[in-house]
T-cell receptor
Framework: AQKITQTQPGMFVQEKEAVTLDCTYD???????LFWYKQPSSGEMIFLIY??????QNATEGRYSLNFQKARKSANLVISASQLGDSAMYFC?????????????FGGGTRVLVKP | EPEVTQTPSHQVTQMGQEVILRCVPI?????FYWYRQILGQKVEFLVS????????KSEIFDDQFSVERPDGSNFTLKIRSTKLEDSAMYFC?????????????FGPGTRLLVL
């Protein structure tokens, strides 16, 4: 079974500063994917970034980067130059390869509040 | 940019009533999912659907739940006899394929309240 742990229930960050959101995972699958989603107060789930278990380089998408440490089973999200619009809940999730359909297993989330 | 849509955005129902939540996945996607999020809790997988049949379901997805793709565009989740504990946000998602890197794109959700 897969398990995702996000140990930070909430955090404050000053506008324009960087913030790191922690995510650790546990799986016995040799091949898997790691995702981060953003959930603003309006409730929708917005895909941010993906990292594959065999990817050699850390994923980056604009101001988002993923610090992937496979041996430590961690996939931390780094948001650089925080903006007020980054205030939201952030979820780390994991998928596995299956013949048909990859269910996502989610962590409990981290709430980020960006202060002006 | 194509997106997943869901209707209704909010639904209030009485315990024991049937509800149908509707989703229109992204048009070229082949894999469809339902997740739910009870208020303040993590997102939980309910069911995945491919080629007109369920490919995987969680223990939450009991006989009270069913899914259907009645036509080429809609994907529905039916709860036959709602319970108070079914109150949650229900998300539909879709993806192109099944490799781990095939991102699932989520709809905006339907907030269901069972009274």
């Amino acid at each position: 079974a897969q398990k995702i742990t996000q140990t930070q229930p909430g955090m404050f960050v000053q506008e324009k500063e960087a913030v790191t959101l922690d995510c650790t995972y546990d799986t016995s699958d040799p091949s898997y994917g790691l995702f981060w989603y953003k959930q603003p107060s309006s409730g929708e789930m917005i895909f941010l970034i993906y990292q594959g278990s065999y990817d050699q380089q850390n994923a980056t998408e604009g101001r988002y980067s993923l610090n992937f440490q496979k041996a430590r089973k961690s996939a931390n999200l780094v948001i650089s130059a925080s903006q007020l619009g980054d205030s939201a809940m952030y979820f780390c999730a994991m998928s596995r390869i299956k013949a048909a359909g990859n269910k996502l297993t989610f962590g409990g989330g981290t709430r980020v509040l960006v202060k002006p | 940019e194509p997106e997943v849509t869901q209707t209704p955005s909010h639904q209030v129902t009485q315990m024991g009533q049937e509800v149908i939540l509707r989703c229109v996945p992204i048009s070229n996607h082949l894999y469809f999912y339902w997740y739910r999020q009870i208020l303040g809790q993590k997102v939980e997988f309910l069911v995945s659907f491919y080629n007109n049949e369920i490919s995987e379901k969680s223990e939450i997805f009991d006989d009270q739940f069913s899914v259907e793709r009645p036509d080429g565009s809609n994907f529905t989740l039916k709860i036959r006899s709602t319970k108070l504990e079914d109150s949650a946000m229900y998300f539909c998602a879709s993806s192109v394929g099944t490799r781990a890197q095939e991102t699932q794109y989520f709809g905006p959700g339907t907030r269901l309240l069972v009274l």
